[in-house]
């Protein structure tokens, strides 16, 4: 048990929709990471946050985006819905900065039809 | 892009056995992580070792780290059926900031 807590666990999107994704973290955890792991692949960065500042970006698009916000809860938006976003959407978080040991949450399962 | 590949990409062992995974990587790095993950839900991390260590142990773990060849290795010791799962090798890039670049993974399966 991470203490790191997603929601909602699945999600069914059509293409065109956009989605919000939700990840809260310990208190304490100064850095938040997302990544997309789709079927059958090792997870893909998407982006971190650190101290409520964008602290890297992986090679997503633009309509991919965040926030963390001071109560150490983050979101993930994914706007203009691809049939390839369908995957499961992993947060992380760090008590002791960017490059530590990352504790995952139990993701977020998204299908877009 | 994926950083690492890693060997092999599924393993077969009975109950008792010893598994090893190994681990490839391309660039330098801060530090390896491992990371099991059971039937595609969220990821444990297993184990830390920097790019200044060469062994490191926790349980019946144990993680060696050569940063000449650039490559890693899992070693489970007496395996038992729970440790049935996907394992992950990361890296942490040298001077990044701090993003896993995560490897494809070796699904073990430990039969009982």
């Known amino acids: 048990e991470t203490g790191v807590t997603q929601s909602p666990t699945h999600l069914i999107k059509t293409r065109g929709q956009q989605v919000t994704l939700r990840c809260s973290s310990q208190?304490?955890?100064?850095?938040v990471s997302w990544y997309q792991q789709a079927l059958g692949q090792g997870p893909q960065f998407i982006f971190q946050?650190?101290?409520?500042?964008?602290?890297g970006r992986g090679n997503f698009p633009p309509r991919f985006s965040g926030l963390q916000f001071p109560n150490y809860s983050s979101e993930l938006n994914v706007n203009a819905l691809e049939l390839d976003d369908s995957a499961l959407y992993l947060c992380?978080?760090?008590?002791?900065?960017?490059?530590?040991?990352?504790?995952f949450g139990p993701g977020t399962r998204l299908l877009v039809l | 892009s994926q950083q690492g590949e890693e060997d092999p990409q599924a393993l077969s062992i009975q109950e008792g056995e010893n598994a090893t995974m190994n681990c490839s990587y391309k660039?330098?790095?801060?530090?390896l992580q491992w990371y099991r993950q059971n039937s595609g839900r969220g990821l444990v991390h297993l184990i830390l070792?920097?790019?200044?260590?060469r062994e490191k142990h926790s349980g019946r773990l144990r993680v060696t780290l050569d940063t000449s060849k650039k490559s890693s290795s899992l070693l489970i010791t007496a395996s038992r059926a729970a440790d049935t799962a996907s394992y992950f090798c990361?890296?942490?890039?040298?001077?990044?900031?701090?993003?896993?670049?995560f490897g494809q993974g070796t699904t073990l399966q430990v039969k009982p």
């Open positions: 992380a978080s760090s008590v002791a900065g960017p490059q530590e040991t990352q504790y």
């Open positions: 208190s304490g955890h100064n850095t």
């Open positions: 946050y650190y101290r409520e500042e964008e602290n």
């Open positions: 660039t330098s790095i801060n530090n």
């Open positions: 070792i920097r790019s200044n260590e």
């Open positions: 990361a890296t942490v890039p040298s001077g990044n900031t701090g993003k896993l670049i």
